[in-house]
Nanobody, 123 residues
Framework: QVPLVESGGGLVQTGDSLRLSCAASGRTLSTYAVGWFRQAPGKEREFVAAIRWSGGSTHYADSVKGRFTISRDNAKNTVYLQMNSLKPEDTAVYYC????????????????WGQGTQVTVSS
């Protein structure tokens, strides 16, 4: 088990920034790739960003490229999602998920999930 806890969500205005955190409690994240996904009301969950266990590889959904940055601090057992220039269409529940070693953009390849954190961007 890899218990994941997201934090950092909130209500912001268009153009603002937020930083989400994904922490593992009682278990090291250093051998896990971590992905961020989001689910807007009435929509399916979608991939946002992912980072390899080492931090040496990242990839992003086209919709967030240039605005979001995923990073990790293995010493702190935490992965971050820095979100800049937020738009109303970024409104969603954001989830982090973990899988061994290699990053992936496929939801089905992640076996461990957090409970999610709400991000609301007002226009």
């Amino acid at each position: 088990q890899v218990p994941l806890v997201e934090s950092g969500g909130g209500l912001v205005q268009t153009g603002d920034s937020l930083r989400l955190s994904c922490a593992a409690s009682g278990r090291t994240l250093s051998t896990y790739a971590v992905g961020w996904f989001r689910q807007a009301p009435g929509k399916e969950r979608e991939f946002v960003a992912a980072i390899r266990w080492s931090g040496g590889s990242t990839h992003y959904a086209d919709s967030v490229k240039g605005r979001f940055t995923i990073s990790r601090d293995n010493a702190k057992n935490t992965v971050y999602l820095q979100m800049n220039s937020l738009k109303p269409e970024d409104t969603a529940v954001y989830y982090c998920a973990a899988r061994s070693w290699m990053d992936s953009g496929s939801e089905s390849e992640y076996g461990y999930w957090g409970q999610g954190t709400q991000v609301t961007v007002s226009s």
